[in-house]
């Protein structure tokens, strides 16, 4: 078992998440890896993950992965994934917005013969927990995110209905045929990537899971990034036309 975080300027919330994180894997039965990629921070992120490795002794593997500069989520993700070694790799937003217990939801399906399992906030068994001072922005968040899925199951990933949810899990085959294949290293990258995943024929299945709406996030421009998916919706697209996946190829990619 591989559990990816991705973080960005997180030394807010990245000690409480480690720990949590790093108990959760403690109870896995086999080996467990815990691997964190800094992705540029600029605060004190490397520094908390680095003293919280080196402070673990005898149960998980605690291992830190850093970028010079920020290059974005899709970049990190996929880094962390590609040096995982375990059988079955997840990653998560590293606020845990999504708690422990939906990763168990996840590990659940993947055992149960999905190819990747993704979290799905619009499932019928899924709850919300809302924080009182997010209530502001709640409607128009949920709602433009809704509109922006509908878009991406009319143009690049049919039937999926969260594409965007930030915890994922996959079979370390998966991995390995998919994520050198990807390009887009910003928000937009799990689209490209369930989109390769339906053209390859893999099995995914959408989990229900807890989200904890606790505020607007401050690495997150949400209308600035909404267009910028947007635009990259039409370079999949274009790209696919193009044939530059090379689905048909084995590919072997740089992982830093």
Same mark, same amino acid.
């Given at each position: 078992?591989?559990?990816?975080?991705?973080?960005?300027?997180?030394?807010?919330?990245?000690?409480?998440?480690?720990?949590?994180?790093?108990?959760? #894997?403690? /109870?896995? $039965?086999?080996? +467990?890896?815990?691997?964190? @990629?800094?992705?540029? *921070? !600029?605060?004190?992120?490397?520094?908390?993950?680095?003293?919280?490795?080196?402070?673990?002794?005898?149960?998980?593997?605690?291992?830190?992965?850093?970028?010079?500069?920020?290059?974005?989520?899709?970049?990190?993700?996929?880094?962390?994934?590609?040096?995982?070694?375990?059988?079955?790799?997840?990653?998560?937003?590293?606020?845990?917005?999504?708690?422990?217990?939906?990763?168990?939801?996840?590990?659940?399906? #993947?055992? /149960?013969? $999905?190819?990747? +399992?993704?979290?799905?906030? @619009?499932?019928?068994? *899924? !709850?919300?927990?809302?924080?009182?001072?997010?209530?502001?922005?709640?409607?128009?968040?949920?709602?433009?995110?809704?509109?922006?899925?509908?878009?991406?199951?009319?143009?690049?990933?049919?039937?999926?209905?969260?594409?965007?949810?930030?915890?994922?899990?996959?079979?370390?085959?998966?991995?390995?045929?998919?994520?050198?294949?990807?390009?887009?290293?910003?928000?937009?990258?799990?689209?490209?990537?369930?989109?390769?995943?339906?053209?390859?024929?893999?099995?995914?299945?959408? @989990?229900?899971?807890?989200?904890?709406?606790?505020?607007?996030?401050?690495?997150?421009?949400?209308?600035?990034?909404?267009?910028?998916?947007?635009?990259?919706?039409?370079?999949?697209?274009?790209?696919?036309?193009?044939?530059?996946?090379?689905?048909?190829?084995?590919?072997?990619?740089?992982?830093?």
């Amino acid at each position: 078992m591989s559990l990816v975080l991705p973080v960005f300027d997180g030394a807010a919330f990245l000690q409480r998440s480690l720990a949590k994180s790093y108990d959760w #894997l403690g /109870r896995r $039965a086999g080996g +467990a890896e815990l691997i964190v @990629v800094d992705d540029g *921070s !600029r605060d004190e992120t490397l520094a908390i993950a680095r003293e919280f490795a080196a402070s673990r002794g005898d149960g998980p593997r605690v291992r830190v992965l850093a970028s010079a500069e920020n290059r974005g989520k899709g970049h990190a993700v996929r880094r962390g994934l590609l040096a995982a070694r375990g059988r079955l790799r997840l990653f998560s937003d590293a606020d845990l917005t999504y708690p422990i217990g939906s990763f168990t939801q996840v590990v659940r399906a #993947l055992r /149960r013969g $999905a190819d990747i +399992a993704v979290a799905c906030r @619009v499932h019928e068994d *899924s !709850r919300y927990v809302v924080a009182p001072d997010f209530f502001r922005y709640i409607y128009t968040r949920h709602n433009a995110g809704r509109i922006f899925n509908w878009l991406v199951r009319q143009t690049v990933v049919s039937e999926l209905r969260d594409t965007q949810a930030g915890l994922k899990g996959f079979r370390a085959e998966v991995v390995e045929d998919l994520f050198p294949r990807l390009v887009q290293d910003r928000f937009s990258f799990d689209v490209e990537l369930l989109f390769l995943a339906q053209r390859r024929g893999y099995h995914v299945r959408e @989990v229900p899971v807890t989200y904890h709406y606790r505020k607007e996030p401050s690495t997150v421009d949400f209308a600035r990034d909404t267009v910028a998916m947007c635009a990259d919706l039409a370079r999949i697209r274009l790209r696919h036309l193009r044939g530059a996946y090379r689905l048909d190829e084995d590919v072997v990619s740089e992982t830093d």
